[in-house]
């Protein structure tokens, strides 16, 4: 079964960083492009960021970019969202998903809720 | 880039047809065969409907259909069930390093 556990949120002050794990397993991990998502409370989807399958290549929204950064290991099946200078306007559920080409997300996470608040 | 326009509400009776609109402009829905359609319920992680327009991945019920004309794409569900009630966003390929996702359409079942 394929299956994505997304770990690390929680609450941080302004200006704060948090790192955000993706951990999946069910499938090749490699041989797939992979994604964030965020949904802010009570709004809708927001693609974040994106990387190739060895990890050679990354895209970002612009408002993350410069402050975020997304990595893979794909030894440990795992992705990473580093998350610096977060804003109370970062504050979301952040999902991984896994990306079939063409931003198709096929496979997400449950999700882990970022609050940034003082 | 500029959201996907979708329209905030739709309805409809069980067994009835729905059918939800998300525009956009050549440079993204009207421009390429990549629109996907995502069923989010209260609480959960979206889940892929149709891709490509009108594929359905394996285990959607046919009762989910998917189609374009020109900058608009359409999701459509027919024979409307209790458990259909939750919100619908699409999103598109806009070319090379750009996505687009639609505001989200919450739809009721009367």
């Known amino acids: 079964e394929v299956q994505l556990v997304e770990s690390g949120g929680g609450l941080v002050q302004p200006g704060g960083s948090l790192r955000l794990a993706c951990s999946a397993s069910?499938?090749?991990?490699?041989?797939?492009?992979m994604t964030w998502v965020r949904q802010a409370p009570g709004k809708g989807l927001e693609w974040v960021a994106n990387?190739?399958?060895?990890?050679?290549?990354?895209q970002y929204v612009d408002s993350v970019k410069g402050r975020f950064t997304i990595s893979r290991d794909n030894a440990k099946n795992s992705l990473y969202l580093q998350m610096n200078s977060l804003r109370v306007e970062d504050t979301a559920v952040y999902y991984c998903?896994?990306?079939?080409?063409?931003?198709?997300?096929?496979?997400w996470g449950q999700g882990t809720l970022v609050t940034v608040s003082s | 880039q500029s959201a996907l326009t979708q329209p905030p509400s739709a309805s409809g009776s069980p067994g009835q047809s729905v059918t939800i609109s998300c525009t956009g402009a050549?440079?993204?829905?009207?421009?390429?065969?990549?629109v996907s359609w995502y069923q989010q319920h209260p609480g959960k992680a979206p889940k892929l409907l149709i891709y490509?327009?009108?594929k359905r991945p394996s285990g959607i019920p046919d009762r989910f259909s998917g189609s374009k004309s020109g900058n608009t794409a359409s999701l459509t569900v027919s024979g409307l069930q209790a458990e259909d009630e939750a919100d619908y966003y699409c999103?598109?390929?806009?070319?090379?390093?750009?996505?687009?996702f639609g505001g989200g359409t919450k739809l009721t079942v009367l």
């Open positions: 050549s440079s993204d829905v009207g421009g390429y065969n990549y």
């Open positions: 990387i190739m399958k060895d990890g050679g290549h990354k």
């Open positions: 069910g499938f090749t991990f490699s041989g797939y492009w």
């Open positions: 999103n598109s390929y806009a070319g090379i390093n750009n996505v687009v």
């Open positions: 490509e327009v009108s």
């Open positions: 998903a896994r990306d079939l080409d063409y931003y198709v997300l096929d496979c």
